[in-house]
T-cell receptor, first 114, second 112 residues
């Protein structure tokens, strides 16, 4: 079955450390997205990519970085510059050329600070 | 820009009660509208969608009708179950630009 796989499910970060969250999709979607979700709150867009080798900042990109070297993969790095990284991170994808199509989500990665 | 406003929760209902979660939107153009459901510790799952005015999306007993005249897309279910306990998000896409806009989410708890 096609879908989006996020790993790991739980991740712990030490102070001053960068960590990378994985997101892989086999839906053949062009567009991929990263969202942050804090407890009891909605989704905030971190970064998105409409095509390989191109990505754009979302609403809260500071302290995060991404790459899009392959269509299937869109890893997110939470850098040490992100002072409050504890959150639930969601990756999503969609068919970019049809702007009214839904996004499909992975099961998320929960990041905590040690 | 485009935005979505949904009723604040939490909402607590008894099993077999009727559910309505209000959602209104502001958008230019002709967006598609969506409801997503998030169970504890999981990602968002698409529950239903509607792509044009007067369309009714339905799935698993849930329904929502795209009302352009009232810019609304309220989620309804006639008889909720304990297993419907989750957070529900209203969203739109395809108004101004290609962005997806989400509401803040409404937590539903159904008690036996």
């Amino acid at each position: 079955d096609g879908g989006i796989t996020q790993s790991p499910k739980y991740l712990f970060r030490k102070e001053g450390q960068n960590v990378t969250l994985s997101c892989e999709q086999n839906l053949n979607h062009d567009a991929m997205y990263w969202y942050r979700q804090d407890p009891g709150q909605g989704l905030r867009l971190i970064y998105y990519s409409q095509i390989v080798n191109d990505f754009q900042k979302g609403d809260i990109a500071e302290g995060y970085s991404v790459s899009r070297e392959k269509k299937e993969s869109f890893p997110l790095t939470v850098t040490s510059a992100q002072k409050n990284p504890t959150a639930f991170y969601l990756c999503a994808s969609s068919i970019a050329e049809y702007s009214n199509q839904p996004q499909h989500f992975g099961d998320g990665t929960r990041l905590s600070i040690l | 820009g485009d935005s979505v406003t949904q009723m604040e929760g939490p909402v607590t209902l008894s099993e077999e009660a009727c559910l309505t979660i209000n959602c209104t939107y502001t958008a230019t153009g002709y967006p598609s509208l969506f409801w997503y459901v998030q169970y504890p510790g999981e990602g968002l799952q698409l529950l239903l969608k509607a792509t044009k005015a007067d369309d009714k999306g339905s799935n698993k007993g849930f329904e929502a009708t795209y009302r352009k005249e009232t810019t609304s897309f309220h989620l309804e279910k006639g008889s909720v179950q304990v297993s419907d306990s989750a957070v529900y998000f209203c969203a739109l896409r395809g108004g101004q630009g290609n962005d997806m806009r989400f509401g803040a989410g409404t937590r539903l708890t159904v008690k036996p």
